[in-house]
């Protein structure tokens, strides 16, 4: 049975591999510090559940710090704590 070769075997190496090599490089980034990792704006997309045109805006309004590089926006992860922090409204009432 162990020389059973199928089809999908390939593919699934594949999907495998590139796993191993994601949860690497996520393990690498968690031991960087918070301040030194970058996030592009796909990132942020993701993170917030926002499309493009709110990143934007938020960008506009001074809500999401930023750098842009050429044509390319980008994040620091620290700033990003502070605005989730910033921005985190208890629902406790005093």
Request: proline content about 3%.
């Amino acid at each position: 049975m162990a020389d059973f070769k199928h089809p999908f075997n390939d593919s699934l190496k594949k999907i495998n591999d590139r796993l191993d090599y994601l949860i690497k490089q996520q393990a690498f980034k968690n031991k960087q510090k918070p301040e030194y990792v970058i996030l592009d704006n796909a990132d942020i997309m993701q993170l917030f559940k926002i499309t493009s045109k709110t990143a934007h805006s938020w960008r506009e309004e001074g809500i999401l710090p930023y750098l842009k590089i050429k044509n390319k926006v980008f994040y620091k992860l620290s700033d990003m704590h502070q605005v989730i922090d910033s921005n985190y409204n208890s629902s406790k009432k005093k």
